[in-house]
Every structure is written in C-alpha cells, then in structure tokens.
C-alpha cells in the first residue's frame, strides 16, 4: 500500500497555487487550506480558507471566489439588484428557502470539519439562510460544492453565463 502522493489530490495547495491566489487577490493569500474549485486550466477559482486566520481572526467566509472573472460577473449581478430579488423570493418561496436552508447547513458542516470557532457559530456566510448579501459568496460556495447544493449560488452561475463560466478559461 502506498499513499496517494498530494500533487493528484485537486484540492492540494501548491506553491504555484499560491503565487496565482497573490497575483488574482492582489495580496497574500490568508489561512489557505485547499482549493476548493480550479478552472479548467488549473489555476484556482474558489479556495477553501480556514476558519480562523493565522492572525486569530474569525474567518466565516470558507469557500472564498478568488478568479477575477468570476469575481467581476459576481458584481455585475449584485449592481443590477439581483440580490435584493433574490432576497424578496426565499420570503415566498418555500421550496426555495428549504433548499436555501440546506446550503446554508452543507455551508456549516464542511467549515466544522476545519474545527470549531466560537465566535462564528452558526454563522454561515452571504446572507444564508434567509437573506442574500454577498453573491461572490453564492458562487463560491456553488462552484466548491457542485451543482444542486447552492439554488442561488447555481442561478448566479448561471445568469453570468454570457460572461464567466468555469468550464471556459478565460485566465
Ligand atoms: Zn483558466
């Protein structure tokens, strides 16, 4: 038996990965523990971040979009008032706001398995589970997870489509 070397795990943080995560971020990338989405070419899109930094900071936002096309569609979004629609429909929408709740619950146990931090308990991120704050945040979480698990993470995606998708490099 031998064990999987980390270069064929997807998720593993290279040095390369690093020096990409600078360069779309514009600083060092902080608490980095996995990339949790890669575009197509490789670089990443979405990384998995701890949920404390290394400084001591409380850090609730675990899937964190870093690809600057995707960050950019995301705030094209948000500057054409989706999230406020969005907002107003988990208000009527059961089915919508059940299936809202479970990202919201997805969001929490994959940040558990990081550890535990006080002050950030039950605290997802985005708005979830009953507001919409933060589409970047959506489309994180929806690329890190896959389809089925973030309904408006997946509709943000697929309302940008025209202008970012993660099966297209557009580095
Ligand atoms: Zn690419």
Same mark, same amino acid.
């Given at each position: 038996?031998?064990?999987?070397p980390?270069?064929d795990?997807?998720t ?8 990409v995560?600078?360069? #779309?971020?514009g ?7 996995g990339i949790?989405? +890669?575009?197509?070419?490789g670089?990443?899109?979405?990384v +998995?971040?701890?949920?404390r930094?290394p ?7 675990? %899937? %964190? ?10 705030? +094209? ?14 208000? #009527?929408? @059961?089915?919508?706001? *059940?299936? %809202? ?5 997805? %969001?929490?146990?994959r940040? *558990? ?7 950030? @308990?039950?605290?997802? *991120? ?24 973030n309904?408006?993470?997946?509709e943000?995606?697929?309302r940008?489509?025209? #202008? ?8």
């Amino acid at each position: 038996m031998t064990s999987t070397p980390a270069t064929d795990d997807p998720t593993a943080v290279t040095a390369h990965d690093l020096e990409v995560l600078a360069e #779309q971020l514009g600083r060092e990338p902080r608490g980095v523990v996995g990339i949790a989405a +890669r575009c197509v070419c490789g670089r990443p899109l979405v990384v +998995r971040t701890a949920p404390r930094l290394p400084d001591g900071t409380p850090f609730p936002t675990t %899937y %964190y979009l870093t690809h600057p096309g995707a960050v950019a569609a995301a705030s +094209r979004l948000e500057a054409d008032g989706v999230m406020k629609e969005m907002s107003d429909r988990l208000t #009527q929408d @059961e089915e919508l706001a *059940a299936a %809202y709740g479970r990202a919201h619950e997805h %969001y929490l146990a994959r940040r *558990a398995e990081l550890g535990s931090v006080e002050e950030i @308990e039950g605290i997802s *991120a985005g708005g979830m589970p009953t507001r919409v704050k933060c589409l970047h945040v959506l489309m994180g979480h929806a690329l890190a997870a896959g389809p089925g698990v973030n309904p408006l993470g997946d509709e943000a995606l697929e309302r940008v489509r025209d #202008q970012w998708r993660p099966d297209r490099c557009s580095c």
